[in-house]
């Protein structure tokens, strides 16, 4: 079988017509009808590599959401260009409303997400395959629902739990929101059932598929977030047969794909025109740099995600994961220019704007880091949990840490979490599972103090707005969006958003 790699969505236009008239009930030739098509093994894998193709579309976009809201990431600033003021850019100055436009794509990416997974869930619980078929494919998209909701629910708090398709579209009318322990609950259950499907490893030609050890390790960070310290540790310690990448940047080279460290990370393949490639280099290069970071001339990179002053500023002199994941600054022309950028998900390809890179989701150092956490949290820094944060900074040519108290430890292993996950997507949650509204509030409005007194990039002359880098407590939580209201009126909207 190929690796996992997006297809087209199979369950689109599936829709069945009827009329009273039999003469009038034809089947078009050209397609394959849901009554007809999900009967195989094939046919299913086919339809759950669709799901995982939905995971590209939401992690394409995802540094927006878990990256540049946070104190990590800013912009390359395009006084000439304010098209993504009033979208993309919200998310770095802390100004999102409910029409944002951002926020719509977000929404609806991950209900199309889940409608597929629930679908394909569905037929695969009435069909005839045998159960040592049938079982890791649904754990597998147990796993992906999992995922969309453990998202969603940081994202937007109480949101719409469906676990099933609807057999009228009049009900979707009805539909509300859900409260979070609810969520919650149903992304444990997935994730618990997704263990007793999944194994441990899949055959060569099956790489990248979602393992017992990623549902482990996804279950261990959602009790974590909730708070369940000790039954996080116990999950956390059953994520095993994972280890360090010698290399820091071995984890993120496109030739050492699914390493030994990596537990899931979201699949994709560059060099040709199947629609598979990433473009992370694209997205997060210096707008002006054309070839001098990408390798290929007349192209216009976004200047996104860009690495903040204060980012830079926390590695500690010595650690070798700095040079692996950032630069200052790029020569183009024989001229160098100050402006920073992630360098992590930049390597060598062959086409304009098809790279190879995939997008780490779990790896091992963020278990080991989760542990000491789980444990600093039940008990202050034991030998054991200090060990496990030791372990990551030996690799990162660190000395180890030693006489920290919990408060202390609880600091370091923050600071190690930002600095070995930087730019994978972790920052924001990392901050709202550590601190409450209104301490994420004053964090982040520290940090945009320090950003507008001394912005990261030069901003060609124009001054900030009086509400850039205003965070209010309500921002822990994003607005639903305004058009899901206007269609459905029984969706209430998040406070300090009316």
């Known amino acids: 079988m190929k690796k996992i790699a997006s297809l087209s969505l199979l369950f689109l236009c599936l829709t069945q017509f009827s009329c009273k008239d039999d003469f009038l009930v034809t089947t078009d030739p050209t397609r394959i009808g849901a009554d007809l098509f999900y009967k195989t093994e094939d046919q299913f894998l086919q339809a759950l590599n669709g799901v ?9 976009s995802a540094y927006i959401f878990k990256e540049f809201t946070s104190d990590n990431t800013t912009l390359d600033f395009n006084p000439l260009d304010r098209g993504g003021a009033a ?32 679908y394909t869930l569905e037929k695969l619980a009435g069909s005839t395959l045998d159960a040592t078929i049938k079982g890791p494919i649904e754990g597998q998209l147990k796993f992906l629902r999992a995922y969309f909701y453990f998202d969603m629910v940081q994202y937007f708090g ?8 609807l057999d009228k579209p009049d009900k979707a009318f009805d539909l509300v929101r859900s409260p979070q322990a609810d969520v919650w609950a149903q992304v444990e259950k997935d994730l618990k059932e997704a263990v007793a499907l999944l ?21 261990g960070k959602s009790q974590l977030t909730q708070k369940k ?11 095993t047969g ?63 995600n860009i690495p903040t002053n204060d980012m830079i500023a926390a590695y500690e002199p010595g650690d070798l994961r700095k040079d ?24 060598p390809h062959t086409l304009t704007g098809r790279t190879d890179d995939n997008w780490v989701v779990l790896r091992y150092a963020d278990v080991l880091l989760m542990m000491a956490e789980a444990i600093n949290e039940q008990s202050g820094p034991t030998a054991e949990a200090i060990g ?31 600095v070995e996950l930087a730019f994978e997507n972790h920052r924001w949650f990392d901050l709202r599972r550590t601190k409450s509204p209104a301490e994420l509030a004053a964090f982040m409005n520290a940090y945009g103090a320090k950003e507008k007194g001394n912005p990261t990039v030069n901003r060609g002359g124009i001054a900030f707005n009086a509400q850039d880098y205003v965070f209010s407590d309500y921002e822990y939580f994003f607005p639903i969006p305004a058009p899901q209201i206007l269609i459905n009126n029984k969706l209430t909207q998040n406070p300090g958003y009316q």
């Open 158 to 165: 109480d949101v719409v739990l469906v676990t099933s398709t």
């Open 199 to 219: 194994p441990a490893t899949y055959p060569a030609s099956q790489t990248g598929r979602i393992t017992k050890g990623a549902a482990l390790a996804l279950l």
């Open 52 to 60: 995982y193709g939905q995971m590209q579309t939401i992690t394409n």
């Open 242 to 304: 994972y280890s360090l990448n010698p290399l820091y940047a071995d984890n993120f080279n496109p030739a050492k794909k699914n390493g030994p460290e990596s537990i899931f990370e979201v699949q994709y393949q560059g060099g040709n025109d199947l629609g598979e490639w990433s473009s992370f280099a694209y997205t997060f290069a210096p707008r002006l740099s054309a070839d001098a970071v990408t390798g290929f001339a007349n192209t216009t990179p976004g200047g996104r």
């Open 324 to 347: 692996a994941s950032l630069r200052t600054s790029y020569t183009l022309k024989g001229t160098a220019v100050t402006i920073p950028y992630v360098i992590k998900f930049t390597h």
């Open 87 to 118: 979208g993309w850019e919200a998310f770095e100055f802390s100004s999102v409303n409910q029409g944002n436009g951002e926020i719509s794509n977000l929404w609806n990416q991950y209900y199309s997400g889940l409608y597929s997974a629930n």
């Open 388 to 418: 496990y944060v030791n372990q990551v900074r030996k690799r990162a040519g660190l000395k180890d840490l030693t006489g920290l108290d919990k408060a202390a430890f609880k600091t370091a292993i923050m600071q190690e979490r930002r």
């Open 229 to 239: 310290y000790a039954e996080a540790l116990a999950t956390l310690k059953q994520v």
